[in-house]
Structures are given as C-alpha cells and as structure tokens.
C-alpha cells in the first residue's frame, strides 16, 4: 500500500496570484500516477498516495505544477505521523479558544534565526508561541490578521514556512487516516 502524503502548497490562490484550481490539480496528480488524490479548500492542500519518497515527490509536485500552471509554488510534504505528532505536541491543545484562533506554521527546515526579542515586543498579552524546529504554533484569538507579531513574522523568523489554522490541521488529519484506512 501506498504511502499517504499531506501536501501544503505556500501562497497560492491568495491575492489574485497563483491561481491553482484545485479539480485541475487533482486530474494532474491522478494522471502522474498519485493516487488517492483529495483536496481540501482552495487554499493549497492536496493528499494522496505514493511509494516516491520525499525529495521525488517535492520535485514531481513542482514540476506539475509550473508545467500545467505556469508556477512554482513552494511545497511542503508532510505524512500522517508528522501531522499527529504536530498536534500532539500542540502547546496550546487545552486553550479555550481552537480552530481559527490557533494556528500552525510548519517548517520546510529548522529556523536560521528566531528573534524571539521582536516576537515578544510585537505580541499582544492574549496572543503565544511557542517554536520548536519544525513549527511554530501561534495562539491568537484575536485574529491573525491584525496580528502585528503575524505581519512581521517574516523578519522575527528565517525560514520557509506556511501556516495553517487548527480546524484545516484536525481536518487534514482526518481526511489522511481516512485514506490510510
């Protein structure tokens, strides 16, 4: 049996830009022999099967998509176990608030930097984070989007990254232990 795969795609159908529709995806992925192959909202996040190992995957993935596309999206692979283990060790599991107020920034490699002076000088009293090397998890329930410590994450935090909120994490679970069954 095939291993399943958990595929986040960074920056795409945002803003007009990178536009991926997500049944053209799918017919592409089933057509390069993945299978399995489901989406979860248009935001950039595909699952299926494979027996590729990681780094053939990544490739193949890009390669899809800037050949059918006209784009190379930054793509993160992740399988089952990491994504349990991710929420597991999720800090924040007990917080009153869940799903969009919690989010998770998964990392492509352990940070270069983390300048947790700026993060602490940015965040509000009712946001934390913790950071370990392969995310960061984010408690906001005010929202990230007028998060001053979300706006300049990119300064505090070297790395590549994207981030999902909790209730898109639990669901990508989900639907992967559904494919795994």
């Given at each position: 049996?095939?291993?399943?795969?958990?595929?986040l795609?960074?920056?795409?159908?945002?803003?007009?830009?990178?536009k991926?529709?997500?049944?053209?995806?799918?017919?592409?992925?089933?057509?390069?022999?993945?299978?399995?192959?489901?989406?979860?909202?248009?935001?950039?996040?595909?699952?299926f099967?494979?027996?590729?190992?990681?780094?053939?995957?990544?490739?193949?993935?890009?390669?899809?998509?800037?050949?059918?596309?006209?784009?190379r999206?930054?793509?993160?692979?992740?399988?089952?176990?990491?994504?349990?283990?991710?929420?597991?060790?999720?800090?924040?599991?007990?917080?009153?608030?869940?799903?969009?107020?919690?989010?998770?920034?998964?990392?492509?490699?352990?940070?270069?930097?983390?300048?947790?002076?700026?993060?602490?000088?940015?965040?509000?009293?009712?946001?934390?984070?913790?950071?370990?090397?392969?995310?960061?998890?984010?408690?906001?329930?005010?929202?990230?989007?007028?998060?001053?410590?979300?706006?300049?994450?990119?300064?505090?935090?070297?790395?590549?990254?994207?981030?999902?909120?909790?209730n898109?994490?639990?669901?990508?679970?989900?639907?992967?232990a559904?494919?795994?069954?």
């Amino acid at each position: 049996m095939s291993k399943i795969w958990i595929c986040l795609f960074r920056g795409i159908n945002v803003g007009g830009n990178n536009k991926l529709p997500m049944k053209d995806l799918t017919k592409v992925m089933l057509a390069a022999g993945l299978t399995d192959v489901k989406t979860y909202i248009a935001s950039g996040n595909a699952l299926f099967g494979s027996d590729l190992n990681e780094a053939a995957l990544e490739k193949l993935m890009g390669d899809l998509v800037e050949t059918n596309f006209g784009f190379r999206p930054s793509i993160f692979l992740i399988t089952l176990a990491h994504l349990e283990k991710t929420l597991a060790e999720n800090p924040f599991h007990d917080h009153e608030h869940q799903g969009k107020a919690q989010h998770v920034f998964f990392f492509k490699a352990p940070p270069t930097k983390v300048d947790r002076e700026l993060l602490d000088s940015l965040k509000i009293d009712s946001e934390a984070y913790e950071i370990t090397d392969e995310v960061m998890y984010l408690y906001a329930p005010e929202g990230i989007g007028r998060s001053k410590m979300v706006e300049k994450l990119g300064r505090a935090i070297k790395a590549d990254m994207t981030a999902r909120n909790l209730n898109t994490v639990e669901t990508l679970r989900d639907m992967a232990a559904g494919l795994q069954a």
